[in-house]
Nanobody
């Protein structure tokens, strides 16, 4: 089993910034990619960003140029720096890992609210 513990999030005004963190432990393997998803009220969970074990990144189009994913390989932590936040970024954000190896581990989720 892999445990994912998230931190960060909160309430921010439009145009503001937040940083999310997610630390993996347990049976986590360094070859796992780490990703962020989000789920807004009444909507399906959607992919936000991913970083592979070699540092390759991917983003959904609506966050490109505003969000940056990074990873600390010594602490098994993934970060999501979110800048120029918009009201449509409001959602519960989830950390995920293991999918490319047939696993599906999720963090506990953290609320991000963008509102004036």
């Amino acid at each position: 089993q892999v445990q994912l513990v998230q931190s960060g999030g909160g309430l921010v005004q439009p145009g503001g910034s937040l940083r999310l963190s997610c630390t993996a432990s347990g049976s986590f393997r360094s070859e796992f990619s780490m990703a962020w998803y989000r789920q807004a009220p009444g909507k399906d969970r959607e992919f936000v960003s991913l970083i592979t074990n070699i540092g390759t990144t991917a983003y959904r189009d609506s966050v490109k140029g505003r969000f940056t994913i990074s990873r600390d390989y010594t602490t098994n932590t993934v970060y999501l720096q979110m800048n120029n936040l918009k009201p449509e970024d409001t959602a519960v954000y989830y950390c995920n890992t293991g999918r490319s190896y047939g696993f599906d581990y999720w963090g506990q989720g953290t609320q991000v609210t963008v509102s004036s």
